[in-house]
Every structure is written in structure tokens, then in C-alpha cells.
């Protein structure tokens, strides 16, 4: 940010022939605000303005793994296995046909009857004998030989995302496209859970305290609104330090100061970092602070780049972005990236 553009904004606040401002850089990323005539002059105020993406912890749409236990052959029938989640429900295909919706916790007895009575192609493969629980796996075995496809289950669970804020100020939370109130950083969950609810018209989700993280909210999916959700965007306003450094008297201009905290809206927990080579051109336009994480609790701390910038390295979101191109010079320190329920 420039102090023209600045000085452009204060003075366009001004009453015309009113006082104007002048702005200079200060070297510590701040700026002197000079009154261009003698007099006191009220206390300006600023904040800083960060969006970031949140975590997806618990993706509400998973493709459950179906493993080939044994192998069909011409003389000894086929024997699937899968597990359900621990909520929500799935359904199962085979072949051109799709399976009701079967509860997370539904018996052995339960899946074989909708196999059996509901999906046409695994009557016509003769149909199938399971055993098992929920909890444990199910394991459906095939009453003809052969070997067989794989069946695929899709799951439709209760998402889960993670709010992270900086715990100053005030935030917004973007709920596809209906923006919340703004709330304060110390809001409380009933407070954020109301907010959420009210973008959706009616209540939607749980809202739990992150155990790793004071300043961040578990945000949980109801079970009358299961599957791929909406992914949240928060928008976060901390105040910056503003301070008279000479009070304005009749013979005296005045002039204040206003700091920027050079701030990074990313998480370490969000994002990671890969080479696309020409993404920089110039190694001097990457700024480290943009690069260099800070600790946000005690699990989720950060990583840096190291004594200096590397071009062509920027800071990706999500590891589908990062897998390609990935460059091990940007150092990890003692930090943990989430990708869904997975730890990378």
C-alpha cells in the first residue's frame, strides 16, 4: 500500500476546503499523517482486512473403500468388504444400479435386503449373502462364482469444517453468499452458531470449541443436512495501532501515525507451499512476511521459507494444488497439514 493512495483516502473523507492530510511512509511499515495546517484534529481510526478459506476437516460427500477380499474365479464365488462412517448414510452401485439410501449404523440384514430386493444387477448376478456389522465391516459374498466388479458406495456424512480467526477485532463469516453480522473475536459458539444458522433461515449446524485452538470454531452439519456443503469464507477486521505523535495546537500541525502489522491471512494448517516455476518472475516481489507462519496454537504451528526468497515459490491452497512441482526448501517446523480426515 502506498501512502498516496493513503493520503487519497483520507483527504476524500475530508469536507471540501476543509484540511487536507499528508501522508509519508514511515521505514516500520507505517504512516505519518500530517495536517497541512496548525490545529488539533481528531483521532483517526483503521482496521486491517483478511479473508481466508476455512478447513474442510470432514468432507460431507466420501467414497467409501470396497476391497475384493476374495477373488471370484470360475469355481469359487467373489467376497466384497466395506465399512461404513460413523455417521450419515450411503448408497451402493453395481453395475447400472444405485442402492436406497442405507443408515450408517444398518444391520448385515438390512444392506442384504436392499442388495438383494432394490438393486436389480446383483439379482441378476444371483444374488448376494452378507455378514458383519457396521462397526466392525461388512463382508458381501456372492452366491454364484465368477469374479465380479467392484461395487462403489458413496457416503453422505455430516461435514465438518474448522472457522479460523486471529482473535482480534471483529470477523464475517460468507455462508454462499449471505454474509453474517460481524462478530467479535471472542464471540461466543452460541453466538456463531446463531449467525450461521440465520444465513441458512433455520437451523443448520452445531457449533463446537476447537480444543487445539482458542481462537478458531468446529462447525458441525446437522443430521437433516448431510452431504457436500457450502464452504465458508471469513473475513477478518483487526484494528491497527493508530497514535498522535505531535498534538495539533494553534501553532502546531498535527501529525499521527498509523501502523500496519504486516499480517498473513493464511493458516498453516490450510495451506502449503509449491514451486510453479514463472508463477514470480522476480524474487523481490515475494514479501517472507506473506511466507513465514506463526504459531495459531499449540498443535498448528507454521513453517518458513528459510534466510531467503525462492523464486517461483508461492503458497498454494489445498495439497491437490502442491502435489505437483512440490519443492522441499520451504522448511517444515514441527507443523501438521490436514487434508480431510487424513494427516499428511
Known amino acids: 500500500l502506498d501512502p498516496l493512495t493513503v493520503q487519497n483516502a483520507i483527504n476524500g473523507l475530508l469536507v ?23 490545529g488539533d484534529i481528531e483521532q483517526f481510526t483503521a482496521e486491517e482486512q483478511l479473508s481466508r ?72 448376478a444371483g444374488g448376494v449373502v452378507v455378514t458383519g456389522d457396521a462397526v466392525n465391516g461388512f463382508t458381501v459374498k456372492f452366491n454364484l462364482t465368477g469374479d465380479r466388479e467392484l461395487m462403489a458406495i458413496e457416503a453422505e456424512l455430516s461435514e465438518v469444517q474448522r472457522l479460523d480467526t486471529l482473535g482480534v477485532g471483529e470477523f464475517v463469516i ?18 456463531v452458531q446463531n449467525a450461521i444458522d440465520t444465513a441458512f433461515g433455520g437451523p443448520t449446524v452445531t457449533v463446537a470449541a476447537d480444543p487445539d485452538d482458542a481462537t478458531a470454531y468446529i462447525v458441525t452439519f446437522d443430521i437433516n443436512n448431510q452431504g457436500e456443503q457450502v464452504e465458508f469464507l471469513v473475513t477478518e477486521f483487526a484494528p491497527l495501532a493508530a497514535a498522535t505523535t505531535i498534538q495539533g495546537t494553534a501553532a502546531n500541525p498535527e501529525v499521527q501515525t498509523l501502523n500496519f502489522v504486516p499480517r498473513s491471512a493464511f493458516a498453516a494448517a490450510q495451506y ?55 519443492t522441499p526448501e520451504a522448511s517444515l517446523i514441527g507443523g501438521v497439514f490436514f487434508d480431510n480426515d487424513n494427516k499428511i
Open 16 to 38: 471540501p476546503g476543509a484540511d487536507a492530510m499528508i501522508v509519508v511512509r514511515n521505514p516500520s511499515a507505517s504512516f505519518l499523517i500530517t495536517n497541512t495546517v496548525n
Open 53 to 124: 478459506d476455512v478447513i474442510e476437516v470432514i468432507s460431507g460427500q466420501q467414497d467409501l473403500l470396497v476391497k475384493a477380499s476374495i477373488e471370484g474365479t470360475l469355481v469359487s464365488p467373489e467376497s466384497q468388504t466395506f465399512t461404513p462412517k460413523n455417521n450419515g448414510t450411503y448408497v451402493i452401485t453395481f453395475g447400472a444400479d444405485v442402492s436406497g439410501p442405507l443408515a450408517f449404523n444398518a444391520t448385515n440384514v438390512d444392506v442384504q435386503n436392499e442388495l438383494n430386493n432394490n438393486v436389480a444387477s446383483i439379482g441378476l
Open 174 to 191: 460468507d455462508v454462499g453468499g449471505v454474509v453474517t453480522p460481524r462478530l467479535a473475536a471472542n464471540a461466543s459458539l452460541l453466538d
Open 272 to 326: 502449503t507451499a509449491a514451486n510453479l516455476v514463472g508463477a514470480m518472475v522476480d524474487p523481490n516481489e515475494i514479501i517472507s512476511a506473506v511466507f513465514k507462519f506463526t504459531p495459531v496454537g499449540p498443535v498448528h504451528v507454521g513453517f518458513q521459507l528459510g534466510d531467503k526468497p525462492i523464486d517461483g515459490l508461492i503458497v498454494a491452497k489445498a495439497l491437490d494444488q502442491a502435489t505437483l512441482n512440490f
